[in-house]
């Protein structure tokens, strides 16, 4: 079938929280599960022991999570262009926005997974370098993200939504938090099982094996829309993505500004696996006739838009 580009949809790609032990089980009729075999090559991983064997402590480690993501991701995305759908907006999170550039064109599948392989190995020995987590404070308002700011040993990691602002710090930069939340203006402080302080300056020691790869890469071109986490902003090319993705290490995902810039034209999302962690986000922020998060390839394969 031929893929017709639909201005009207928008493709979420979610980041590698959204994974859990098993997750291929459900897409693993798909004729697109080939793919896998291209990811597990170019990364160096056997991603289909991620998706369908190892338990759960070892799918939501940081580099098995990332390449297990990854892979759903784009199966799912060939599934839906299988039946016809080619979204013009992508918008990832985190790890997603390699997913979507990946699904854009702007990356070829391998790079793609080469990529993920460095940056959720290089992610993982700087958390092990310089221990972190995170902790997600709720029931406050974006005005409240200025008590956020200027924290010892705390930073803000990903605005997720009105309500909702992870942070990343040290063990005891986020106990602070935890106990002090409701004079921050929070009304709820939740640890998070990760494993390190994402997207903040604890890892920095990721980033030069990172750049280090990005300048290796073969950029493609692409004539959908994609809007970027650490500004919010549309960007279409090589020289503007490979500072962008180097800058999201140690950023804050702007996740509500991204979903906030888009169109009001954009009336559908469809959000690709694992999961619907970005569905649950979006319909906070905004309103969309219709929101899709299909849990397996039998679903996805019943979406005609």
């Not at 063990?171 to 409701?182: D, F, P, S």
């Not at 099982?193 to 980033?207: E, R």
């Not at 094996?209 to 986490?229: P, R």
């Not at 319909?283 to 929101?291: E, G, P």
């Amino acid at each position: 079938m031929t893929s017709v580009l639909v201005d009207n949809v928008v493709a979420l790609f979610p980041g590698q929280g959204s994974i859990t032990a098993g997750a291929g089980v459900a897409w693993r009729d798909s004729p697109h599960w080939s793919l896998v075999e291209t990811i597990s090559n170019a990364s160096g991983t056997d991603v289909d022991e991620i998706l369908l064997r190892l338990p759960q402590e070892d799918v939501v480690r940081t580099d098995n999570a990332q390449l297990g993501t990854f892979a759903l991701s784009m199966i799912s995305f060939a599934d839906l262009t299988s039946n016809g759908v080619l979204p013009q907006y992508f918008l990832g999170h985190s790890l997603g926005e390699f997913s979507a550039l990946t699904a854009a064109g702007l990356l070829s599948l391998a790079d793609g997974a080469r990529l993920i392989g460095i940056r959720g190995r290089a992610m993982a020995a700087a958390a092990a370098q310089t221990p972190g987590t995170m902790v997600a404070v709720m029931g406050g308002d974006v005005a409240d993200r200025a008590a956020l700011e200027g924290l010892t040993d705390a930073w803000v990691a990903n605005i997720n939504g009105t309500g909702q602002i992870v942070l990343s710090g040290t063990e005891e930069g986020l106990a602070y938090v935890l106990a002090n939340h409701k004079e921050l203006g929070w009304k709820r402080a939740t640890p998070l099982p990760v494993g390190g302080a994402f997207h903040s300056p604890l890892m920095a020691a990721a980033q030069h094996e990172l750049d280090q790869a990005l300048n290796d890469v073969t950029w493609g071109t692409t004539a959908h829309t994609l809007i970027a986490n650490v500004d919010a902003q549309v960007h279409a090319t090589a020289e503007e993505w490979k500072p962008l993705l180097s800058r999201q290490l140690t950023s804050p995902v702007e996740f509500l500004a991204c979903v906030e810039a888009l169109p009001a034209s954009v009336t559908t999302t469809v959000e690709m696996a694992p999961g619907a962690v970005l569905t649950g986000l979006t319909k906070r922020i905004r309103s969309f006739d219709s929101q899709l998060s299909p849990a397996s390839y039998t679903e996805m394969k019943e979406i005609s838009l």
